[in-house]
């Protein structure tokens, strides 16, 4: 077993609640329980020594290990290739049949001889709270039972368990055309265990959550030139996705580094504003009707709350249940993802200021009568109420989308979506008949298109720059077509491209901007951001760029993952960095598709 393992050697399983990561070795080293958010079970991924994990592998992996998806499934099948023989581990957790939240997450792991035969090894060796809690061990016929303080996990196999220390090991021959498996149940303390597994029954299951899937996708409207990608994009959102609530995470992990031995290690296992509200129309197009609309209820829901409340009505990210705490700590006793220290859980950032997200979330909630809580009294009573408090206050400096800690600026970006907000929210207005002020609207949202085409435009760059106080670049820019601020085939926007081919792109791969030029507050470099490529690809298209934007973006699959799963980052040596996989990533490469067929359809005369 590799220590640390590369960022990008695992899959995602998950049942809407919560997730996990296996690795190309049948290690699963990252799993937190009961939520995305909860203390982990396993994180050998961020402390190989104290974070526990289970690995369900031949003895003697001495051959050739590969991972694929069950087609159309979250069914992840890892094959072991040796001279002996070929073995599989289907690794896969049943969804919840309600949205109801639940404290009972099974992860399943079936084990077969495909050719020969294969001897399995179990280890499990679970560390509770982020490895901080104790645990004790009973091993009885039943199985295995780890009891934590207010959590239970039973483990549960086809084959004979032992005590190894705290832990458990087991051990299984298979020979051609036999099966196995191990269930990995966790529950409240004293949560009644489940019952013995069988090979028919796994095997059952997972017909059942095959069938689930492969249900759920055929909903897809989409019909482009990518459906592969663009499917394992949408399933990958949807695993995402916290089923109770609608909330959607920005990834299942926290603390992976945007450059190896740095500081740059963030907790993404919550939801953005920015990020959930931009999914919304990607997800319409798609077809996904329900998931857009769980999500803008829950938007909704956040600036209801806020009615008597004094300061901003919106925060930038929330827990996936709305609470607006995410205090920020340091877990001291975790080593890192290969040194990568500090790992933190929480999030600091959810008490920036960054405007720019009254935009995002006012786009999300006008996509469409079908999914508009805002006709609602209460829900346009919430939004009216955003837009006259925004109307006095968008004109600050503020960190910005990129969550800088190096001082507020007054960032173009921002500025762009706050004249996105009162567009959108004086569309809302005309089109569902509902009182506002649109005046205040109106000359608010003029004063900011003025303010931005006279201050965020640097005669120097020939282009729109980050902030009014300098020149530097930032590719956050590359929305400003999407949403209209801009013509996107307008002289000063192709002027804008072109400066940021110059300055931010390297070979295809697109930096948010240059650290040096524009101090972030943190140590260290990072790595080109992926979304960043896929937004390129999406302007280059609206810019009838299409020949670049079609090799832009076949070759950013190069450096999707074994299982088309895409990171935060591209390191300097294409290796994938940050926390995995990004649904911001998967969001934008779906924007981009989306867009990039059109055009091309349009070109073809289609």
């Known amino acids: 077993m590799d220590r640390y393992p590369p960022i990008a050697d695992h899959g995602l399983v998950g049942d809407l609640q919560t997730a996990a990561l296996v690795s190309s070795q049948g290690v699963v080293d990252w799993f937190a329980a009961p939520r995305f958010d909860s203390p982990s079970v396993f994180a050998a991924l961020l402390d190989h020594d104290g974070g526990g994990y289970m690995r369900l592998a031949p003895e003697h992996p001495d051959g050739t290990c590969k991972q694929l998806y069950y087609p159309d499934t979250a069914i992840l099948v890892t094959r072991f290739l040796s001279p002996d023989g070929v073995g599989e581990v289907v690794d896969f957790m049943p969804p919840g049949r309600t949205r109801t939240a639940t404290d009972r997450h099974t992860l399943i792991r079936l084990i077969r001889a495909v050719r020969g035969t294969v001897d ?13 809690a104790e645990h004790e061990l009973e091993l009885g016929e039943g199985g295995a039972l780890f009891r934590a303080p207010g959590i239970d996990a039973h483990l549960q196999s086809t084959f004979p368990l032992e005590r190894d220390g705290r832990d458990v090991r087991g051990r299984v021959t298979l020979n051609s055309g036999e099966s196995g498996g191990a269930v990995f149940t966790v529950c409240a303390s004293g949560g009644e265990a489940p019952a013995p597994p069988t090979v028919d029954g796994l095997t059952a299951q997972m017909e059942e959550v095959a069938r689930f899937w492969q249900q759920w996708l055929r909903q897809s409207r989409y019909r482009g030139r990518w459906p592969e990608l663009v499917h394992r994009s949408a399933i990958t959102l949807k695993l995402l996705t916290y089923a109770p609530t609608g909330a959607l995470i920005a990834a299942a992990t926290t603390g992976l580094p945007e450059q190896v031995g740095g500081e740059r290690n963030w907790d993404y296992r919550f939801t953005w504003v920015r990020d959930g509200s931009l999914s919304v129309r990607a997800m319409l197009d798609l077809g996904f009707v329900e998931e857009a609309t769980a999500f803008v209820h829950w938007l909704v829901d956040r600036l209801r709350e806020c009615e008597g409340k004094e300061g901003e009505p919106l925060q930038t990210m929330y827990r996936i249940d ?21 790992v933190r859980i929480g999030n600091g950032a959810a008490d920036q200021l960054q405007l720019d997200i009254y935009g995002e979330a006012l786009y999300a909630v006008s996509q469409g009568a079908e999914i508009a809580p805002q006709a609602s009294f209460e829900g ?41 907000a009162f567009d959108h929210g004086m569309r809302l207005a005309d089109s569902f008949r509902r009182p506002a002020d649109l005046e205040r609207w109106r000359e608010a949202r003029d004063a900011v298109f003025d303010q931005v085409m006279e201050r965020g435009w640097s005669e120097k760059e020939r282009a729109f720059v980050q902030h009014y106080d300098g020149d530097v670049l930032d590719a956050s820019l590359l929305l400003m077509p999407r949403v209209g601020f801009v013509a996107p085939r307008a002289a000063p ?34 790595g ?31 450096y999707a993952n074994h299982v088309g799963l895409f990171a935060e980052e591209i390191g300097p040596s294409g290796e994938q960095l940050g926390n995995f996989p990004q649904a911001f990533t998967h969001l934008s490469l779906i924007m981009a598709a989306l867009t990039l067929d059109k055009e091309l359809d349009v070109e073809d005369g289609r």
């Not at 399995?120 to 560390?127: A, D, I, W």
């Not at 920020?328 to 290969?338: A, C, I, K, N, Q």
């Not at 600050?396 to 800690?405: K, Q, S, V, Y």
Request: negative net charge.
């Open 322 to 342: 709305g609470s607006p705490d995410l205090p920020e700590e340091t877990l001291d006793h975790f080593e890192g993802y290969r040194g990568s220290f500090p």
């Open 120 to 132: 399995f090894t179990l280890e499990c060796r679970p560390r509770f709270d982020y490895g901080r």
């Open 493 to 526: 926007w192709l002027s804008t491209l072109d400066a940021m081919y110059r300055k931010l792109v390297s070979d295809s791969l697109v930096y948010r901007y240059d650290p040096s030029a524009s101090p972030d507050g943190l140590r260290g470099s990072e």
């Open 380 to 420: 346009w009573q919430a939004i009216a109420r955003t837009l006259d408090w925004f109307a006095e206050n968008w004109d600050r400096p503020d960190e910005g989308i990129w969550e800088t800690r190096g001082g507020r600026q007054d960032f173009t970006y921002s500025r762009v979506m706050s004249w996105l």
């Open 528 to 558: 080109t951001f992926s979304l960043c490529t896929f937004l390129y690809v999406d302007a280059l298209a609206r810019a009838g760029r299409l020949t670049q934007a079609r090799y832009t973006f076949e070759k950013m699959q190069t």
